[in-house]
């Protein structure tokens, strides 16, 4: 990382911190504008959180890899999130999986070469009733069938 | 930044203690409760853990440990509380009212050998090839509740690497019950912050930030964590294997030097109790286990504090009469590897300030290979000179590639008391049978100066009885009673002394005489020094300093990096607890009184190596080569 962008993310988090506060508490809100603005949170940014909240960087990367939204190394710029819990496994989950696998030729976990979408599994959405669900990005979808899904992929591409 | 004057544990964590004296005899100051249908007052607030240990009902623990906040998430402790629904974590229950509580019903029992069969499901490895084998709270464990089969069935499969990367300290993740005891260790202990938990449910374990190489990560490796694992997760990285190698090849001539800590804690691998000094005994033992030659580690501990005191008395010389800006002061020590380690990361704008004197250990190291070597007409080639030392640091310390000034590797391996314990029990020797011996030529044995170095204040304690003789010329035994100097020792976390030097000085001694020419400047000046034990209390002292308080006016610190300095280090026996501590610097107390010689500038192979081999005295140019060194500013940022 050059030091141009190593002082600006330092007074990026320096402004978030004015915002929140200084408490332990005002981590994961730093955390989410860091990973809304920049997509990841890098060590580096990881660090300069923790010196000027006084916490321990480590402490900071406990909390990014506890939750699924938050990730410390670079991932698509889009990020497609298939919701595996079982409602929506019942209501045909599976076929909305391969479509989407087959669409984007990767399976989930991968990002695709282009770096454009990272394709990914997540618990349950609150969608149950209206299952199978994925979100992209911030946004929910749901009643998928394969058509559907693939349809919604090919906008984001 | 501001400083936070209580430990950083959030507050949910911290132990529900009411400690307020007058209270316990007051009206409501005391509760009756209950315990296995026996009526006992307690104190309000008390933990059910704690009023059952006073009561001495045994109540199973894994993730409570004297020295952490509470944390219950190992539930192994609970019991029934009547009325209550579900059973209670005794460790993190304070008593506030009249409650009645059972401790071995059938459903505390299976809800412990649960949680036990649910550990041991997730516990990969076997016993027999365990470091901690027999000393294992686990293990213990499983033979208290009778466990004889897997209930829930045992991982078949390693599920994460050993991270064998540090010189001191060893992870294997796959004997971690995750009762976090390390983490509360490394952040609110050490203050150091290498270690946490990291990802969700099952896939949990603890690791470094950005699941780094411990090498790699700001780790000062104090190994407190060591001391305090329940399994063998975390042990020390043992070289005994090439010892061995090294004692069977007739080539080699070996040689150890034994710290004093180490011989004030050993006795309690042979089963005595903690505080037996084992000195003697153990000379004889490593004799017949083949080492060449038996040295006192603290010789360098007297050398130590001459070097060092002699430095102070230069630094304050040259910042009072030749106003010298560009000197530092307040000096601090640097016999603690973990401690510098700890500076050249958290605080490597300080670096100036630390003694340039190497540790006893490593001024050992570079005499055995350079004096001792052509003393005795010994190839330094063939010496491997081994020390056994209280501390995992110390094997990262000899590992420094500044430590070669000898032209060889100084010190070759770095032994902890607990490796030595089962080289000791491998050559099947009982040790508190052997008999007693001394150390061996030309070093001999030393002064009780050195000898105390292995508890928090030591340092200081030895520094202020030659800096006393040096100075004012009067005997320290008129200064101090019985030249125990009581204010710097003990257990709070930092001691603040002024010592007022007065205006009667004594004539410059011999051996510093080229260096000063008279006292004359030192008239009227207060003394100040300080005495830190712990890095989070070091923590303290540096933000102070930063901040410009009072010890930024302190002449000289002592700083250590374990709680209760070497008796308490991260090599020494498991377990450890304050009380455990507190008896091991007893013995160290006792030892020195009982000794003739006890102040290092009276060592007479002190003075001898100044007249034979270190000719241009303290801080010259032959001991700035062989016995100072430099540090490396390494900063906090993991790259």
Known sequence: ?157 | METKEASRAPVSQKAHIIENKDFEGKIGGTVSIEINEKKVQVPLGTTILDACRKNNIHIPTLCHHEDLCVAGVCRICVVEVEGMRTLQASCAFPITSPIKIKTSTPMVRKARRHIIDLLLSEHYGECYSCVRNNNCELQKLAKEYGVDSYTFGHVQKSKYPVDNSSFSVIRDIDKCILCKRCVRTCIDLQEVGVLEAVHRGHDTHINTFMEKDLADVVCINCGQCINRCPTGALHANDPSDEIWDAIDNPKKHVVIQTAPSPRAAIGEEFGLGAGHSMTYQLNSALRRIGFNAVFDTNFTADLTIIEEGTELILRLYKAVVEKNPQIKLPQFTSCSPGWVKYLEHFYPEYIDNLSSAKSPQQMFGSLLKTFYAQKRGINPEDIVSVAVMPCSAKKFECNRPEMTDSGYKDVDYGLTTRELAKMIKEAGINLPEMPKEHFDDPFGDASGAGLIFGATGGVMEAAIRTIVEFVLGKKTEDVFEKANVLPVRGFEGIKYVELPLGTEMGPVPEIIKHLVPNWDWLKGVTLKVAVAHGTANAKKIMEDIKAGGKFSECHFIEFMACPGGCIGGGGQPIPTSPEIRKKRAEAIYAEDESLELRKSHENPNVVRIYEEYLTDGPCGHISHKLLHTHYKPRGRYIA
Do not use: W
Request: aromatic fraction near 8%; charged fraction near 25%; hydrophobic fraction near 40%.
């Open chain 1, 1 to 157: 990382m050059l030091v141009m962008e190593k002082n600006q993310l330092t007074e990026e988090i320096e402004v978030l911190i004015k915002k929140y506060g200084k408490e332990r508490s005002s981590l994961i809100p730093i955390l989410q504008d860091i990973q809304k603005q920049h997509s990841y949170i890098s060590d580096y940014a990881q660090q300069e959180v923790a010196r000027l909240l006084d916490i321990h960087p480590v402490e900071v990367f406990s909390v990014i890899s506890f939750y699924a939204f938050l990730n410390s190394s670079p991932k698509g710029r889009n990020i497609v999130r298939l919701c595996q819990t079982i409602t929506c496994d019942l209501a045909g989950k599976k076929n909305v999986a391969s479509a989407i696998e087959r669409e984007l030729g990767i399976k989930f976990g991968q990002t695709t070469p282009d770096n454009k979408i990272t394709l990914e599994y997540a618990n349950c959405l609150g969608m149950c009733d209206v299952g199978p669900a994925m979100i992209v990005n911030d946004r929910v979808y749901y009643k998928l069938d394969p058509e559907k899904a693939v349809s919604i992929i090919n906008e984001i591409r």
